[in-house]
């Protein structure tokens, strides 16, 4: 077994990588650890190019019980079935990192699998962001590489960096943030907190961006030594004849259909029209650069305005917030609590289901063995979208934005003593257009008060957007919806309280955001 080992230390405790043959028919691999948390990260690209006209990549957090020392399952059934809600959100955790830093171009299939070796007191999210970077940025996959996690808590009025799993549960635990990054710039963030001011979100975010870049220095050593040169891609060119079709027939009416008000209707009508005339003009070019094309004019009008001339699609101003429409109760008797909450065309119904304390969730996975007595659910029909789909079974997203407002809501609810029952909330997306997680901590919201839970107060949510064209050149718009959630480089969502944030969630297009553009967006969120 051939080995090379490399090592730092983060936080007083040793963060090493291991690079042998132990997988080496992949493209690349590491085995990575920290403290006693290990996993083994693999990284594999499709020899055969793809025919489909989108960008294919697989993130999958595989858990392992053994990696805890136990074992877990029912009585019958001792082996890992389904993925857990934690494995999906660490999953997502590194795809939401790793996939803007691709050419979005690339049609081969790639696949990023981190399979759990080791469970010690530290969360391995954080890892295998770091650990499917080494892997990616020292294989043949072409790749905008490294980037780098950590974990920040804030426990009484000290930061600690990459808390482990029982100080995240200590009562005095206040923040807990989840940074990723790369020369400066911050591209996903996750936030658990209690109530916290911006200021305390913004010293968070400035601690994990230093702490990022120190872990980048040593990733950086290691490529320079041992990465293998990449896998030529080159981007294909869209044909000169469909960029002067388009002058020609689509151009005049351009503007004034993408800025013709709110929804994507126009927009889509449009689209429409112009794949009708290039099939007929240009039958012998591939549908996909027309489809293309379109979406980079777009992309690139709605920059323009909105940074040149503070414009947006539906008129609004880059502050305003889509009519609100709020209510209470009134669906059903059946009902143990319903809320409705509209915020332009993002429609969500949420209802609430209390039940005894025997009725509480048990939660057994690799990582822990216990209650829940919370549980917010979120689905997303495809109707929401005026689309045809087929219904049932759970997707990533749909775990990922129920935990989203899950843990938005958790700082406000009284406690077991106060309010011993168990807590269901199901919220319905039936009209999606920007932010239906944000309208579920609305609804959600109006839910519980309507069911009588005695809440600290009520929690809102808002997605704020950004068209950058550089750190100094950009423009912050408020409640994105349609077109700027499509094409904008940011998807920034915060809930919280009049008091302050409970949770944060970061999605980016572009290799990252400058933190005083971070700093801006909290501002304008607690506004709205």
């Not at 530290?122 to 295998?128: C, G, H, Q, S, T």
């Not at 499917?132 to 590489?145: C, E």
């Not at 000290?158 to 400066?184: F, S």
């Not at 992309?299 to 947006?312: P, V």
Request: aromatic share 8%; charged share 25%; glycine share 10%.
């Amino acid at each position: 077994m051939n080995t090379k080992e490399y090592s730092m230390e983060v936080a007083g405790k040793t963060l090493k990588a291991t690079f042998s043959d132990l997988a080496d028919q992949a493209n690349g691999s590491v085995l990575i650890s920290y403290g006693n948390t290990t996993l083994l990260v693999a990284v594999c690209m499709g020899k055969k190019e793809k025919d489909g006209d989108f960008f294919s990549l697989t993130v999958d957090f595989e858990e392992r019980f053994y990696a805890a020392g136990k074992i877990l399952g029912s009585r019958f059934i001792r082996r890992e079935g389904r993925p857990s809600d934690e494995s999906i959100l660490a999953g997502r955790v590194v795809d939401r990192t790793i996939r803007p830093l691709f050419d979005q171009h690339i049609r081969f299939d790639i696949q990023v699998v981190i399979t759990a070796i080791s469970l010690g007191e530290d969360d391995p999210d954080v890892l295998a962001v770091i650990g499917a970077s080494l892997a990616l940025a020292t294989s043949n996959v072409p790749w905008n590489g490294p980037v780098s996690a950590v974990r920040i808590g804030k426990i009484g009025e000290e930061y600690k960096i990459n808390p482990t799993y029982v100080e995240r549960e200590l009562e005095e635990m206040t923040l807990e943030l989840t940074a990723c990054g790369k020369d400066g710039n911050i591209n996903m963030i996750e936030v658990s907190s209690k109530e916290i001011s911006n200021k305390t979100a913004d010293e968070g975010l400035a601690l994990a961006s230093k702490e990022i870049e120190k872990i980048q220095e040593w990733q950086k050593k290691i490529i320079s030594e041992i990465g293998k040169p990449k896998r030529e891609f080159v981007a294909p060119q869209i044909p000169a004849e469909v960029i002067s079709l388009f002058e020609e027939t689509i151009r005049p009416k351009f503007k004034e259909t993408v800025f013709s008000g709110p929804g994507k209707d126009a927009i889509n009508g449009l689209k429409e029209e112009w794949a009708k005339i290039s099939r007929e003009k240009l039958p012998e070019v591939k549908s996909a650069f027309f489809d293309e094309h379109f979406e980079i004019e777009i992309d690139k009008l709605i920059h323009t305005e909105a940074i040149e001339n503070q414009k947006r699609p539906d008129a609004r101003g880059l502050d305003e917030v889509r009519p609100l429409f709020a209510k209470a109760g009134g669906v059903s008797s059946v009902l143990h609590g319903s809320g409705i909450f509209y915020r332009g065309g993002t429609h969500v119904f949420s209802a609430l289901t209390l039940g005894g304390p025997g009725d509480s969730q048990v939660i057994e996975n690799m990582e822990m063995s216990s209650k829940k007595r919370f549980m917010h659910h979120y689905n997303f029909p495809s109707f929401s979208t005026g689309e045809t789909g087929r219904s049932g079974g759970l997707s990533r997203r749909a775990v990922g934005h129920g935990y989203l407002a899950e843990k938005a809501l958790v700082p406000v609810l009284p406690s077991k003593e106060t309010f011993p029952y168990t807590i269901r909330v199901v919220s319905e997306s039936f009209a999606s257009n920007g932010s239906t997680s944000m309208g579920s901590v609305c609804a959600a919201s109006l839910a519980l008060m309507d069911g009588g839970v005695p809440i600290k107060a009520p929690v809102a949510g808002i997605a704020s957007g950004l068209m950058m064209k550089n750190a100094n050149e950009y423009a912050l718009l408020t409640d994105i919806q349609g077109p700027e959630d499509h094409h904008g480089d940011m998807d920034f969502k915060v809930a919280g309280t009049k008091e302050g944030i409970t949770a944060i969630q970061m999605d980016v297009k572009v290799d990252g955001i400058p933190l005083k553009i971070l700093s801006e967006a909290l501002v304008k969120a607690e506004n709205a």
